[in-house]
């Protein structure tokens, strides 16, 4: 896992609450106070669709399995953008016993419901319903499909992989959704090593996205014969695809590649360059700590940040003396804990304290 900084997953580019729905949601939220669960339930029944939408969402993001039956009973709501966020609430709670209602929505007459119920019917493993779902393939509205392959992803369908491989080759018409990125992920969930060959074509495709959901795939696929493809994007113009390889080349452990990564701490982005101390350490590159050291006077406190951990996993003593230098950083900083498989906010001086603390040294 990557430090120091959030990852989002990406999806496929339009396949989301549309007509400025989501844009509303979160300044919405953000011009809110902090509110309890029962609180925020109250507006369930808002004659405001925008409020009604933004309840069941702030609910699910808190977790508020409680409050699963209310949300459910916006599945049948007026307004598309509140049925819609109501199936994706129910999906990331988990709230499995309404997966047969979230189903109907797949023949919803608005786009915006059948994504979401696709979506999370594969967030709730309601392999029941695949069928289902896979006859959104078929769907008038890109979108659509490309949240129906997804979800067939998540669903394990590998009946379907077939099918959902055809998609890797289809680019898209003027201003409609790529479903390369979503055929590659799908095809990565399902395991179809027969199809790496194919998504690793699409690393020489010219969309970024489309680049960056191929090295996904790869990596899930665990195809590290195909390393040598995406050691080649370390010199991608674009920096997200960029970063992204030099996090595939290790998480397939491709320790032939350590110094064309280690090439890649000359650069001045902080996201390439933190990726590139981490990889370094996860591939036990030690004779790469000394560059790697070099990164603690970084202006940037994620870069720093990344440097003090990567030098603690390759066990560079050697360089405790610059790590202390840095206990009264007291810049923030994001990080991953292995442990407790979740992200958590620390100081860079902090983090510094950990590894010190760890060796011994503080």
Not at 14 to 30: H, V
Not at 320 to 326: E, G, L, T, V
Request: hydrophobic share 45%.
């Amino acid at each position: 896992m990557p430090s120091g900084r959030l990852c989002l997953p990406e999806g496929v580019t339009g396949a989301i609450i549309t007509g400025g729905m989501l844009a509303t949601l979160l300044l919405t939220a953000l011009a809110q106070e902090p509110r309890g669960p029962d609180e925020i339930a109250k507006e369930l029944a808002s004659k405001d669709p925008v409020r009604r939408a933004q309840a069941a969402m702030d609910l699910a993001s808190l977790g508020a399995s409680e409050h699963a039956g209310k949300i459910a009973a916006l599945l049948e709501d007026s307004k598309p953008s509140v049925r819609a966020a109501a199936a994706r609430a129910l999906g990331r709670l988990g709230a499995k016993e309404f997966a047969d209602r979230i189903a109907k929505l797949l023949k919803d007459r608005e786009p915006d419901p059948r994504y979401m119920a696709a979506e999370a019917l594969g967030a709730l493993g309601a392999k029941a319903h695949t069928e289902a779902v896979a006859e959104l393939l078929r769907d008038r509205d890109a979108s659509v499909v490309g949240g129906a392959i997804l979800a067939l992803g998540e669903l394990g369908a590998k009946e379907h992989a077939r099918t959902l491989a055809g998609f890797l080759s289809k680019k898209p018409a003027k201003g409609a959704p790529d479903l390369r990125p979503a055929a590659a992920r799908a095809l990565g969930r399902l395991g179809a090593a027969d199809q790496a060959k194919e998504i690793a074509r699409l690393l020489r495709e010219p969309e970024a996205p489309v680049r960056r959901a191929a090295m996904d795939a790869l990596v899930e696929l665990k195809a590290a014969d195909q390393a040598a493809e995406i050691a080649r994007l370390l010199k991608d113009p674009d920096r997200d695809v960029r970063t992204r390889a030099i996090r595939a080349l290790g998480q397939l452990g491709a320790k032939d590649r350590v110094e064309e990564i280690a090439r890649l701490l000359g650069e001045k982005e902080p996201e390439v360059l933190s990726e590139a101390a981490w990889t370094l350490a996860r591939l036990e590159a030690a004779s790469h700590a000394a560059k790697i050291a070099a990164l603690l006077e970084n202006k940037n406190a994620v870069v720093r940040g990344a440097a003090i951990e990567a030098l603690g996993r390759l066990d560079a003593r050697d360089h405790a003396d610059k790590i202390r230098a840095r206990l009264k950083d007291e810049a923030p900083y994001v990080t991953w804990n292995d442990a407790a498989s979740k992200w958590e906010d620390r100081t860079v001086g902090e983090t510094a304290a950990k590894v010190l603390e760890a060796w011994g040294e503080r």
